[in-house]
């Protein structure tokens, strides 16, 4: 699975943005997703994640309740809403894919990743 993700910027606080990140190959069904960012001079951190088969998801505290993780399956692509965006949230955001039923919250346990989308956000 080769994964491309887009849909950073510059934004200002409070603002939205919606990130996307496409699949190849015809398995991304098979696939638990997740969004993870880092910060400059921070480590990578998980951000949503969302399973394979009931689409049961799952957030970071620091973004519960601002951001929307979703997946579109006939269209190969995930997908992370961000809304009320803050300065803290500027970050490099990568997505990522799992080859399991269920999500995980270490980046570790990822199969595949994307090239990362740079999201900006000013005070």
């Known amino acids: 699975v080769q994964l491309q993700a887009s849909g950073g910027g510059l934004v200002q606080a409070g603002g939205s943005l919606r990130l996307s990140c496409a699949a190849s190959g015809r398995t991304f069904s098979s696939y638990a997703l997740g969004w993870f960012r880092q910060a400059p001079g921070k480590e990578r951190e998980f951000v949503a994640a969302?399973?394979?088969?009931?689409?049961?998801?799952d957030y970071a505290n620091s973004v519960k309740g601002r951001f929307t993780i979703s997946r579109d399956n006939a269209k190969n692509t995930v997908y992370l809403q961000m809304n009320s965006l803050k300065p803290e949230d500027t970050a490099v955001y990568y997505c990522?894919?799992?080859?399991?039923?269920?999500?995980?919250?270490?980046?570790?346990?990822?199969?595949?990743w994307g090239q990362g989308t740079l999201v900006t956000v000013s005070s």
């Open positions: 969302i399973s394979r088969s009931d689409g049961s998801t």
């Open positions: 990522a894919a799992r080859y399991s039923r269920s999500y995980s919250y270490i980046d570790a346990a990822y199969d595949y």
